[in-house]
């Protein structure tokens, strides 16, 4: 079986056409590949698949088969995956996710993707939408008690999948690998979450780190970065335009107030492409 290995921005995946669904398991599929010591290694999975309503459909599942909405980085190296290969020609695409119909349009140089611009979509701020429990309304600056006794103030909204985003003084000192696997797996958030930290640096620049539910701590999260966007105007602190820089590399974001619509802008890389066993 052809795989792919690509990334964005370091969050990476191995990417399959599956157009003819001959992938029957991909849960485990996901698992036994992204394994980084018995697998190829990545943050998950991603099939390339028919669409009835798109361009294409994309599914994606974690690094611990667990199947994910929507992945930004993903979906930039998907589309550049179907144009490389010659699954189509179009330099505007459409594609199908969990999270609803994505639009992407690319950036061509000698005849290969190189970067490509996401409409992100509307970013989803009622409570029982992201899903998180407790009150209704938005989730802006409110304080989340861990077991521990740990307290953060956090920030939640969906991008289709669901994110705690929180803002600290020193991203790169701060303990991710202890209090994200915590606040994933919050009783509030009967879906889990990813999690953000994010420190500030100026009105359109901050720094941010993911822990990834499913997948834990990876170099870049798209849909993260979008978050972290939102989050950063709601509560007063960025403007509408900003540089995100992440482990992985640099991601362009954008929340247009006359469309209510996120817009992110970023690389895409294949890395090798290689055969596993069927």
């Given at each position: 079986m052809t795989f792919t290995k690509m990334h964005g921005t370091g969050n990476d995946y191995i990417y399959i056409d599956n157009r003819d669904n001959r992938i029957k398991k991909p849960n485990e599929?996901?698992?036994?590949?992204?394994?980084?010591?018995?697998?190829?290694?990545?943050d998950g999975l991603i099939l390339i698949m028919k669409s009835a309503t798109s361009?294409?459909?994309?599914?994606?599942?974690?690094a611990d088969g667990s199947e994910a909405e929507m992945c930004g980085n993903g979906i930039r190296c998907f589309?550049?995956?179907?144009?490389?290969?010659?699954?189509?020609d179009k330099k505007s695409l459409d594609i199908e996710t969990l999270a609803g119909?994505?639009?992407?349009?690319?950036?061509?140089?000698?005849?290969?993707?190189?970067?490509?611009?996401?409409?992100?979509?509307e970013p989803i701020l009622r409570r029982d939408r992201i899903p998180m429990l407790g009150k209704p309304g938005m989730v802006v600056s409110?304080?989340?008690?861990?077991?521990?006794?740990?307290?953060?103030?956090?920030?939640a909204l969906s991008m289709g999948n669901p994110h705690s985003v929180i803002f600290v003084e020193d991203v790169e000192r701060f303990?991710?690998?202890?209090?994200?696997?915590?606040?994933?797996?919050?009783?509030?958030?009967?879906?889990?979450?990813?999690?953000?930290?994010?420190?500030?640096?100026?009105r359109d620049e901050v720094i941010q780190r993911t822990w990834e539910r499913g997948s834990g701590e990876t170099l870049a999260c798209g849909t993260g970065a979008s978050a972290v966007t939102v989050a950063s105007i709601i509560t007063k602190q960025t403007d509408r335009q900003l540089t995100i820089h992440l482990r992985g590399g640099d991601l362009k974001t954008e929340w247009r107030e006359e469309t209510n619509r996120v817009y992110m802008t970023g690389p895409a890389v294949e890395v090798f492409q290689g055969q596993w066993p069927a």
């Amino acid at each position: 079986m052809t795989f792919t290995k690509m990334h964005g921005t370091g969050n990476d995946y191995i990417y399959i056409d599956n157009r003819d669904n001959r992938i029957k398991k991909p849960n485990e599929l996901a698992q036994e590949m992204s394994d980084r010591h018995y697998g190829i290694g990545s943050d998950g999975l991603i099939l390339i698949m028919k669409s009835a309503t798109s361009d294409f459909r994309m599914r994606m599942f974690n690094a611990d088969g667990s199947e994910a909405e929507m992945c930004g980085n993903g979906i930039r190296c998907f589309a550049k995956y179907v144009f490389d290969h010659g699954l189509t020609d179009k330099k505007s695409l459409d594609i199908e996710t969990l999270a609803g119909i994505k639009h992407l349009e690319l950036t061509i140089h000698n005849k290969k993707v190189t970067s490509a611009m996401v409409d992100m979509g509307e970013p989803i701020l009622r409570r029982d939408r992201i899903p998180m429990l407790g009150k209704p309304g938005m989730v802006v600056s409110e304080i989340l008690q861990l077991p521990d006794g740990a307290s953060f103030e956090i920030t939640a909204l969906s991008m289709g999948n669901p994110h705690s985003v929180i803002f600290v003084e020193d991203v790169e000192r701060f303990p991710v690998e202890k209090y994200g696997p915590i606040i994933e797996s919050h009783d509030f958030f009967p879906q889990r979450t990813n999690v953000e930290f994010v420190q500030i640096v100026t009105r359109d620049e901050v720094i941010q780190r993911t822990w990834e539910r499913g997948s834990g701590e990876t170099l870049a999260c798209g849909t993260g970065a979008s978050a972290v966007t939102v989050a950063s105007i709601i509560t007063k602190q960025t403007d509408r335009q900003l540089t995100i820089h992440l482990r992985g590399g640099d991601l362009k974001t954008e929340w247009r107030e006359e469309t209510n619509r996120v817009y992110m802008t970023g690389p895409a890389v294949e890395v090798f492409q290689g055969q596993w066993p069927a």
